[in-house]
Structures are given as C-alpha cells and as structure tokens.
Nanobody, 123 residues
Framework: QVQLVESGGGLVQAGGSLRLSCAAS????????MGWFRQAPGKEREFVSSISRRGGDTYYADSVKGRFTISRDNARNTVYLLMNSLKPGDTAVYYC????????????????WGQGTQVTVSS
C-alpha cells in the first residue's frame, strides 16, 4: 500500500533551519505532484508548498515564500522541504501528500497523506 513517511521535524530556535523529508513507497512517485501542508494547534490544516512531477515548477504560500524551498529526488522517491529563518508562527505538524494534480494547493486534490512530523520553533 501507499506510504508517505515524514522525518526531520524537531525543536529549533527562531531564525534556525530544518529540512523535512518525505519518503514515498507503494506508488509511482514520479507521476505524482507532491505537497507539504501544516496544521498548527487550534487551526485548520493549510497549504505550505507543492512541486510538479519533475520538480520544474514549485509553489509556495505567501507566508513561507522566500524562506522555504521544496525539492524532490525521484530516484530516491523523496520530497524535501528546507525551512530557513523559522518563526514561532511556523510551529505546526507538517504533512506531505501526493496528488495527481501537480502543483495543487487544495487538500481535496491530494489522495495520499503521511502521518506528519512536528516542528516547534521557540522564540
């Protein structure tokens, strides 16, 4: 079955960096667009970033543009999210997801989801 497994979360001070990874199995990774979403305590899950099948097109929420970078390695079936200049407002559980609508910002268009990894940014 399809599995998406996130890793790389943790506790970091404001201004620091983290790189999240999401390893996919059970699907033909290269035909799916991949996305990252996050859910902060008491808030709805929101779009963070997405990437096309071959990685040539990337999309970001305004709140992370210029600080976060999404990338993928189709040979390793892995998508990454490099997060720089982290802020306390970035604290959330981060989820990766796979969609047959590459570049989508809409959760409803993502068929497969990981379990999430916690990112906590202290001030």
């Amino acid at each position: 079955q399809v599995q998406l497994v996130e890793s790389g979360g943790g506790l970091v001070q404001a201004g620091g960096s983290l790189r999240l990874s999401c390893a996919a199995s059970g699907l033909t990774f290269s035909v799916y667009g991949m996305g990252w979403f996050r859910q902060a305590p008491g808030k709805e899950r929101e779009f963070v970033s997405s990437i096309s099948r071959r990685g040539g097109d990337t999309y970001y929420a305004d709140s992370v543009k210029g600080r976060f970078t999404i990338s993928r390695d189709n040979a390793r079936n892995t998508v990454y999210l490099l997060m720089n200049s982290l802020k306390p407002g970035d604290t959330a559980v981060y989820y990766c997801a796979a969609s047959d609508r590459p570049g989508s910002r809409y959760q409803s268009e993502y068929a497969y989801w990981g379990q999430g990894t916690q990112v906590t940014v202290s001030s």
